[in-house]
């Protein structure tokens, strides 16, 4: 099932991501995960592309598992490093496996990187015009509700990602975020630019000091005041900076269900539990949004 048919039906779509082995030894521990959170029934789950190391076969494996479990799998394709033909290669073999939704991304630029062939990659556009010349793929692209690292203005970036819609993205997906107004602010500004695709909302339950610090240094994701009072409360306490962290990305996603928003996605770090308490938490609220649907 395509990911833009999931977004544009009624109700609230709820899906996590889920990152590839570093090492073929890992993957029945990886197989494992999947099919706890498969087990939880998302709407679908998306697959990193290499994370840590792995490789675009183990993430085209995942994914390939993801759909065996009867949930819908997004791949993600990262193309900074890559060439066409290497592109092609991957699209080839995720078609092979039955795959139909990808998420394009171009990638962190390795320090140094130059661009001295045609046959590599600039920019993500460059990616989707392919994956759209390359077959019946329903494309996603990436989001930033703060600006992209980057990018010094923020009308610049919405202007970029607009170029990627154009290029034939058919939904996006935002990076993390922790305060729901900053979310909002964006809904207004993409919508101002003509950008009319389904956007789902990246959410990311922190459950460890270590994961602040490593968002702090990548994302640069703001972190509002009541965030940081319960970092600086509970981080040093492992049990309860996890629960308090579950708590506040579960009441971020009442606010933004509550204030209309269909699509919500989790970065839930290969940690069923995590993804099961999330579900546990608004499966009321779930329900509350599918009645009279069927």
């Known amino acids: 099932m395509k990911i833009v048919d999931i977004l544009n039906r009624q109700g609230v779509s709820v899906s996590f991501e ?45 994914a390939e598992l993801i759909q065996r479990c009867g949930v819908p799998a997004l791949a993600h394709l990262t193309c900074v490093s890559s060439t066409r033909d290497e592109v092609s290669g991957v699209l080839e073999d995720l ?30 556009k460059e990616l989707v015009r392919q994956i759209k010349s390359s077959g019946d793929f329903c494309i996603g692209a990436a989001c930033y509700p703060e600006g992209h690292v980057e990018c010094e203005h923020k009308e610049d970036d919405i202007d970029h ?49 270590k994961q602040i610090r490593r ?18 409360k509970f981080s040093d306490n492992s049990k309860a900076m996890k629960q308090a962290g579950i708590a506040y990305a579960t009441e971020q996603i009442i606010d933004l269900v509550a204030n209309g928003v269909k699509a919500i996605h989790v970065y839930a770090m290969n940690k069923p539990d995590v993804a099961r308490k999330i579900m546990e938490n608004i499966s009321d609220i779930l329900s509350d949004g599918q009645k009279g649907l069927d």
């Open 161 to 209: 990602l607009k170029e990627k819609v154009d290029c034939g993205c058919d939904f996006l997906t935002t990076q993390m975020f922790f305060d729901n107004n900053i979310f909002y602010n964006f809904l207004y500004r993409v919508l101002a630019k003509g950008i009319r695709v389904p956007v789902a909302a990246g959410i990311m339950p922190v459950t460890s000091s």
């Open 95 to 124: 078609k092979s496996r039955g795959i139909q939704n990808v998420l394009a991304l171009r990638g962190d630029i390795p320090p140094g990187m130059e661009f001295p062939s045609p046959r590599q990659y600039r920019y993500a």
């Open 18 to 62: 889920v990152f590839p082995p570093k090492k073929d030894s890992d993957f029945s521990q990886a197989r494992q995960v999947v099919t706890e959170i498969a087990s939880l029934s998302p709407s679908f789950l998306s697959v990193t592309f290499g994370a840590g190391g792995g490789t675009s076969k183990s993430t085209a494996q995942i």
């Open 215 to 232: 968002i702090c240094a990548l994302s640069g994701t703001a972190l509002p005041p009541r965030f940081l009072a319960i970092v600086d």
